[in-house]
């Protein structure tokens, strides 16, 4: 079965760090772009960032960029979300999905979503 | 950035009845559109990619167009199971941008 499982969210206070996880399995992880999406508390989805299957390639929404790092370790199957510089306003759950197309787009569909993982920032 | 603009922003329909929620990009997109299905406390589901494709699984009630800078998505007969809020979303190119969503609910 394809699955996503996001782990690392909780509370932290604004300017703080927090490193999110995704572990995925029944597919070949490394063949796939993934994504970053956030919901905050009652309202849509945002995109916030996409790494290509190699990890080469990424790219990030202009509210997140330059505080959070997306990457991947092909080798353990998992996904990852560096979040600095947390401000209020990142406050939100958070999903890791799968890219639908097997290549190397930093734009798709995504066809495959975790459960999400919360994240607090508030003092 | 191409903006995504849905509407309704909400609807209130009946048991079987024909709803149609459209979609409209800033720019054109070709048919680079996809539709998600959000359930009250649950996941995303991806119902419609590449504007009309159904994915596997999705009921046939559910149903796609359009191209360039306009797409709906329609529901042929709505279900109890159908509430949900739906939101379309553009992967032409960077950044995939969703629209803000339109909530269905049964009247």
């Known amino acids: 079965e394809v699955q996503l499982l996001e782990s690392g969210g909780g509370l932290v206070q604004p300017g703080g760090s927090l490193r999110l996880s995704c572990a995925a399995s029944g597919f070949t992880f490394s063949s796939y772009a993934m994504t970053w999406v956030r919901q905050g508390p009652g309202k849509g989805l945002e995109w916030v960032s996409a790494i290509s299957g190699s990890g080469v390639s990424t790219y990030y929404a202009d509210s997140v960029k330059g505080r959070f790092t997306i990457s991947r370790d092909n080798s353990k199957n998992t996904l990852y979300l560096q979040m600095n510089s947390l401000r209020a306003e990142d406050t939100a759950v958070y999903y890791c999905a799968k890219h639908y197309s097997s290549s190397s787009l930093l734009s798709d569909a995504f066809d495959i979503w975790g459960q999400g993982t919360m994240v607090t920032v508030s003092s | 950035d191409i903006q995504m603009t849905q509407s309704p922003s909400s609807l209130s329909a009946s048991v079987g009845d024909r709803v149609t929620i459209t979609c409209r990009a800033s720019?054109?997109?070709?048919?680079?559109l996809a539709w998600y299905q959000q359930k009250p406390g649950k996941v995303p589901k991806l119902l419609i990619y590449?504007?009309?494709t159904l994915q596997s699984g999705v009921p046939s009630r559910f149903s796609g167009s359009g191209s360039g800078t306009d797409f709906t998505l329609t529901i042929s007969s709505l279900q109890p199971e159908d509430v949900a809020t739906y939101y379309c979303?553009?992967?032409?190119?960077?950044?995939?941008?969703f629209g803000q969503g339109t909530k269905v609910e049964i009247k």
């Open positions: 590449t504007a009309s």
């Open positions: 979303q553009k992967y032409n190119s960077a950044p995939p941008t």
């Open positions: 720019q054109g997109i070709s048919n680079y």
